[in-house]
């Protein structure tokens, strides 16, 4: 067997692949509880030391912290799972590196991989990275059969690793044997995806760090708001006596009084009496509620990109159009992201593991499906392949979703082969069809005569922008300024005059 490096230069150790690393246990540093809770009783304070201990790379509280947010805020909780569920609706494809039968072969293995039960909830785990901004994936492989395969995928608690000091973008598991600094994780051995949400360390990226803030504020509002209405929420009871009431008397009304605001019953003498004051409408409640509110808008632009509304679909953030329109944007990227992670960690590390080191490897795409750029790749095939442009039916399968064809498999296929001879009075009728179809087919071949003069002016806006673009989305955005700066002179002037021609031949056909 070969010798097997990962992503970061590190050999592959196969026989440390096998073994489990990192489960927990009670009598490790790894304990499986939520010891370490941080988010009861947050002030300020205690969030800014937290946050300044994650920026130097301890980042065991923001972490724990991370976890806690989703159970104790519910607007974040609710729009991190419409992220979530909303990236592991795309359903994976898997395109192969070339049309080559080796290449397929290897592309419908890793679509094995993808089929299995667990690939699904291993996706799952991933995006639960999206909150603390980690999620480590434990791969537990299997060799029991001809080739390495993954047996199962194993989330690990994120308070269990931390970020190198040295390299931020390496990250090292705590392990007993070192609990201050961790140990590098093993190549080939763990699927790190970490969101980058924002440029810097990684530490800084989950979504999690902005949402802390506001939580802070809201804890603190919300206690604001019970008290305000602890005492202002309910009426006034005011009690009065008579100057010439004995102080046992008094005692006695203020019991009632009492009484009347906890168990709204009391009894006195009847030379007392007892007023109920209507609580003042002040504006301070309202405005701790715009408060309140204000902060869930926050949290929900946080995590969307924008700010949902509470009208709409019960069950909802907000209208289906809006939400629509936020995901589809936010998608793209989680779903890249997530295709990065699992190419790197688990697509070439089967591969090398079974068939060594490639040139180029299969591909996990998570793409989005949009029924308008499905229409628009169908559109422009069937304009540039009939004038020359090559295209890898791979990557149109890729792009499209769909799997290549095994071998034997039943496929659809264009119409081929001579039609089925016509009988009886339908002869004269399609001896006239076929006299005019050779008119056409003659028109055609006139018409098509110096077409790469006439389409080259045309085209060559689009072939400049294919060049210069390295993704689809760079060319699906400069199609409309393509579009714009086609000339098509020529491809009138030739259309004129075939129009002409096939005017006078038809006018000839008429008066023969």
Known sequence: MPHLYGPDGRPVRREQLLRERLGPSLASVRQPWMLDAVAAGLTPARLAGVIRAADSGDTREMYALAGELEERHPRYGATLGVRRRAALAVEPSVEAASDSAADKALAEEIRALVRAPAFRAMLQRCLWGLGPGLAAIEILWDRSGPQWMPQAYEWRDPRWFRWDREDASRLRALVDEDQAEGLP?????????????????????????????????????????????????????????DRAATDEEKDTLHRAVSLLGSDAAATMPASMDVELLEASRSSSSDAYERFARWLD?????????????????????????????????ILAGDCEELAETLN???????????????????????????????????????????????????????????????????????????????????????????????????????????????????????????????T????????AGALGAMDDSELRRALAAATFAARGLGDARDEA
């Open 472 to 479: 689809r989305e760079e060319f699906l955005a400069g199609m």
């Open 297 to 329: 808008e926050q949290v929900t632009i946080a995590v969307l990109g924008q700010a949902g509304t509470t009208q709409g679909t019960p069950g909802r953030l907000g209208s289906d159009e809006a939400q629509a329109d936020v995901r589809a944007d």
């Open 185 to 241: 994780l093993d190549p080939f051995k763990w699927i790190v995806h970490a969101p980058s949400l924002r440029p810097g360390i990684p530490a800084r990226g989950g979504l999690a760090r902005p949402v802390a803030a506001l939580f802070c504020l809201a804890s603190h509002a919300l206690a604001d708001w019970a008290g305000w209405l602890e005492n202002y929420g309910r009426p006034i009871r005011v009690g009065k006596y």
């Open 344 to 470: 790197r960690d688990l697509v070439r590390p089967y591969i090398d593991l079974n068939r060594g080191p490639q040139a180029a490897y299969p591909r996990i795409v998570l793409r989005p499906e949009d029924p308008e750029d499905a229409e628009l790749l169908a559109k422009t095939l069937r304009m540039l392949v009939p004038l020359g442009l090559r295209v890898e039916a791979a990557e149109v399968r890729g792009r499209l979703g769909w799997a290549d064809p095994p071998a034997g498999a039943e496929v659809l296929e264009a119409p081929s082969g001579p039609a089925p001879a016509p009988s009886g009075s339908a002869r004269s009728a399609a001896a006239e069809s076929g006299s005019r179809q050779s008119l056409l087919e003659e028109l055609e071949g006139r018409a098509l005569d110096g077409w790469e003069r006439v389409m080259d002016p045309l085209l060559a806006p689009l072939r400049e922008l294919l060049e210069r673009s390295a």
